[in-house]
Nanobody, 116 residues
Framework: QVQLVESGGGLVQAGGSLRLSCAASGDTLNDYMLGWFRQTPGKEREYVARISWSSGTPYYADSAKGRFTISRDEVKNTVYLQMNSLKPEDTAVYYC?????????WGQGTQVTVSS
């Protein structure tokens, strides 16, 4: 099993930046993809970005390309999401995810609110 704890959410003005952190513990992460998803009320959870823990290769949804950067710290077992040029439509609860084969683990989520 993998336990995930997110932090770093908050209120920011449009155009501002936030960095989300996700601390992972439990199973070895080498075979996992670590990612970020987000969800607003009444909508499905939306993929934002993910990263291969072993290689560090990042992948992004179109909505995140050019503004968000996903990275990981192998020593701290933490994955980050640096979010720049934030827009009001980025407002959501952001969830950290660890995936391997058919296994999926989720954090509790952290609220990001972008004011216009």
């Amino acid at each position: 099993q993998v336990q995930l704890v997110e932090s770093g959410g908050g209120l920011v003005q449009a155009g501002g930046s936030l960095r989300l952190s996700c601390a992972a513990s439990g199973d070895t992460l080498n075979d996992y993809m670590l990612g970020w998803f987000r969800q607003t009320p009444g909508k499905e959870r939306e993929y934002v970005a993910r990263i291969s823990w072993s290689s560090g290769t990042p992948y992004y949804a179109d909505s995140a390309k050019g503004r968000f950067t996903i990275s990981r710290d192998e020593v701290k077992n933490t994955v980050y999401l640096q979010m720049n040029s934030l827009k009001p439509e980025d407002t959501a609860v952001y969830y950290c995810n660890a995936a391997r084969n058919f296994l999926r683990y989720w954090g509790q989520g952290t609220q990001v609110t972008v004011s216009s």
